[in-house]
């Protein structure tokens, strides 16, 4: 069965029908013995009365694109980032040498600056129905887009990770040790995965209220927390070099999110001005992230000069100095902690939705299997790794943030000037009979080579802990900037070329 909307779709009970491979035919890709088949119908049935979303990456057709609570691209991002991770990138700012004004401002301007690109990505989802990654295939073609889509689901598990060490390290905190980390990472990546399991109505019911315990709680860490904040270490002169580093952290934390955007707004009504959808997204994305990196610049800048929270740190790392911190409220605090370690579900949930999706796009075969078992897979991956993690937390999210900014920035390059030089922002051109059919999408080679070519002036511009490139000794890390500038500049004459001799 062939939709207007797609040109593999699933017929009523749940096969994926896919063109590619059938001539044209209708061809059913599905379980082939009658036990396999009788044990998907079950599922099927058990998953159609229940909360489900079974849809997966299938383009959203304009009649099931009727959500008007467009409210919720502020609560998304709001609830995504009103948590502790944006504490834990903060806490890395004074190891760069700044002070916590300078911290502040960078956070404020860079935040400002890298927020846009995945907020006005986001609005391109209720125009054009299509998740993220799949209105990538309409430049980096059906095939190669699965090379961003990898370096997408690293990115995402990795973050994943940071979440779920920094729930456990604040449960164990609780318990004062006598519950191990381990069991607390547990605990969040299972709590996570019945969210993300559900799915897009779930998950949006679920952030349109999560935020705001969280918020009473942040409140309360400030005021227990706020007599030390003016115990500040001392720091070295700003530089321009220290000042563009943390600006990497901070595009680190904010680019990243542009890979999934619109997997959030696809059900909205695509008669709602998108100006003022983006406004709701930029304040989402902007005010908590903003806020909280800058509290996580101040816990980080004073963690050395007040003895109760270097021990905390020594023993919990990030939950460790929340812990004392909170020290001051007694029994309240430890509730307040569990709370504070329960907002991470926000974020980790939304991130393996995001990553269900990916893996349906990975290799065009695998939309085959439910997107909610894609649940499962990566909390199986999630919970083993970030329990490893969790034995060196710091060295190992920064080696982690250290390339995630460079591919990103390359990315959202190449998305953008499709979208806005070739496409000329018409979102009729995201024609959903192309979407899965490799002989009507781009070749996809413009895109990769372009993005690939960039890091030729990217990895000089790399200042890292395990690499430095000769123009970063000089000046700073400016790779992120690299990689977007290049790979726009050369996607231009690569695609127009490429355009030219394919015809699409």
């Given at each position: 069965?062939?939709?207007?909307?797609?040109?593999?779709?699933?017929?009523?009970?749940?096969?994926?029908?896919?063109?590619?491979?059938?001539?044209?035919?209708?061809?059913?890709?599905?379980?082939?013995?009658?036990?396999?088949?009788?044990?998907?119908?079950?599922?099927?049935?058990?998953?159609?009365?229940?909360?489900?979303?079974?849809?997966?990456?299938?383009?959203?057709?304009?009649?099931?694109?009727?959500?008007?609570?467009?409210?919720?691209?502020?609560?998304?991002?709001?609830?995504?980032?009103?948590?502790?991770?944006?504490?834990?990138?903060?806490?890395?700012?004074?190891?760069?040498?700044?002070?916590?004004?300078?911290?502040?401002?960078?956070?404020?301007?860079?935040?400002?600056?890298?927020?846009?690109?995945?907020?006005?990505?986001?609005?391109?989802?209720?125009?054009?129905?299509?998740?993220?990654?799949?209105?990538?295939?309409?430049?980096?073609?059906?095939?190669?887009?699965?090379?961003?889509?990898?370096?997408?689901?690293?990115?995402?598990?990795?973050?994943?990770?940071?979440?779920?060490?920094?729930?456990?390290?604040?449960?164990s905190a609780v318990r004062d040790g006598s519950m191990s980390e381990a069991?607390?990472?547990?605990?969040?990546?299972?709590?996570?995965?019945?969210?993300?399991?559900?799915?897009?109505?779930?998950?949006?019911?679920?952030?349109?209220?999560?935020?705001?315990?969280?918020?009473?709680?942040?409140?309360?860490?400030?005021?227990?927390?706020?007599?030390?904040?003016?115990?500040?270490?001392?720091?070295?002169?700003?530089?321009?070099?220290?000042?563009?580093?943390?600006?990497?952290?901070?595009?680190?934390?904010?680019?990243?999110?542009?890979?999934?955007?619109?997997?959030?707004?696809?059900?909205?009504?695509?008669?709602?001005?998108?100006?003022?959808?983006?406004?709701?997204?930029?304040?989402?994305?902007?005010?908590?992230?903003?806020?909280?990196?800058?509290?996580?610049?101040?816990?980080?800048?004073?963690?050395?000069?007040?003895?109760?929270?270097?021990?905390?740190?020594?023993?919990?790392?990030?939950?460790?100095?929340?812990?004392?911190?909170?020290?001051?409220?007694?029994?309240?605090?430890?509730?307040?902690?569990?709370?504070?370690?329960?907002?991470?579900?926000?974020?980790?949930?939304?991130?393996?939705?995001s990553i269900s999706l990916n893996f349906q796009i990975l290799i065009p075969?695998?939309?085959?299997?439910?997107?909610?078992?894609?649940?499962?897979?990566?909390?199986?991956?999630?919970?083993?790794?970030?329990?490893?993690?969790?034995?060196?937390?710091?060295?190992?999210?920064?080696?982690?943030?250290?390339?995630?900014?460079?591919?990103?920035?390359?990315?959202?390059?190449?998305?953008?000037?499709?979208?806005?030089?070739?496409?000329?922002?018409?979102?009729?051109?995201?024609?959903?009979?192309?979407?899965?059919?490799?002989?009507?999408?781009?070749?996809?080679?413009?895109?990769?080579?372009?993005?690939?070519?960039?890091?030729?002036?990217?990895?000089?511009?790399?200042?890292?802990?395990?690499?430095?490139?000769?123009?970063?000794?000089?000046?700073?890390?400016?790779?992120?900037?690299?990689?977007?500038?290049?790979?726009?500049?050369?996607?231009?004459?690569?695609?127009?070329?490429?355009?030219?001799?394919?015809?699409?």
């Amino acid at each position: 069965m062939t939709s207007r909307y797609g040109e593999t779709t699933r017929s009523p009970a749940g096969e994926v029908k896919d063109p590619e491979k059938s001539g044209g035919q209708e061809e059913v890709t599905g379980p082939k013995s009658g036990i396999a088949r009788r044990l998907r119908d079950i599922l099927n049935k058990a998953v159609r009365t229940s909360p489900v979303e079974i849809r997966g990456v299938l383009p959203v057709p304009l009649e099931e694109r009727t959500s008007t609570q467009y409210s919720s691209y502020f609560s998304i991002w709001a609830c995504m980032n009103i948590n502790l991770l944006p504490i834990t990138f903060g806490m890395l700012g004074p190891t760069y040498g700044l002070r916590l004004r300078d911290c502040a401002l960078v956070i404020l301007f860079f935040g400002l600056l890298t927020a846009a690109i995945p907020v006005y990505l986001g609005t391109l989802g209720p125009k054009t129905g299509l998740r993220q990654m799949i209105q990538a295939r309409y430049s980096f073609g059906r095939y190669l887009v699965s090379v961003p889509v990898i370096l997408n689901l690293a990115t995402l598990t990795g973050f994943c990770v940071i979440t779920c060490v920094v729930g456990g390290q604040c449960l164990s905190a609780v318990r004062d040790g006598s519950m191990s980390e381990a069991v607390g990472i547990v605990i969040i990546g299972l709590l996570a995965l019945l969210i993300s399991f559900c799915g897009y109505d779930v998950l949006h019911q679920y952030e349109r209220f999560a935020y705001i315990p969280a918020l009473i709680c942040f409140a309360i860490v400030a005021g227990c927390g706020g007599s030390h904040f003016k115990n500040q270490a001392d720091a070295p002169p700003t530089t321009a070099k220290a000042v563009l580093s943390f600006g990497m952290i901070i595009a680190s934390y904010m680019i990243p999110y542009a890979a999934l955007a619109s997997d959030f707004t696809t059900y909205l009504h695509p008669n709602f001005p998108s100006w003022r959808l983006f406004l709701y997204g930029y304040a989402g994305l902007v005010i908590p992230p903003v806020l909280l990196l800058t509290l996580g610049a101040a816990i980080g800048g004073a963690v050395s000069s007040v003895p109760e929270w270097a021990a905390g740190y020594e023993g919990h790392t990030v939950g460790g100095v929340l812990g004392a911190v909170l020290a001051p409220a007694g029994r309240f605090g430890k509730f307040v902690l569990v709370i504070l370690s329960l907002t991470l579900l926000g974020n980790v949930s939304a991130t393996m939705y995001s990553i269900s999706l990916n893996f349906q796009i990975l290799i065009p075969q695998l939309v085959v299997v439910p997107r909610y078992l894609y649940s499962v897979v990566i909390t199986a991956i999630v919970i083993p790794v970030s329990i490893r993690a969790a034995t060196d937390f710091f060295l190992n999210l920064e080696n982690f943030i250290a390339m995630i900014a460079y591919w990103s920035a390359a990315f959202v390059a190449v998305v953008i000037i499709e979208h806005v030089v070739f496409r000329r922002g018409r979102y009729e051109t995201y024609d959903h009979d192309t979407w899965n059919c490799t002989s009507r999408l781009p070749l996809g080679v413009a895109a990769l080579t372009s993005a690939t070519l960039s890091f030729a002036l990217v990895i000089p511009c790399m200042n890292q802990m395990w690499y430095n490139g000769p123009i970063a000794v000089k000046t700073a890390d400016i790779g992120f900037e690299m990689a977007f500038v290049v790979t726009a500049i050369l996607y231009l004459p690569l695609r127009a070329s490429e355009k030219r001799y394919t015809g699409r």
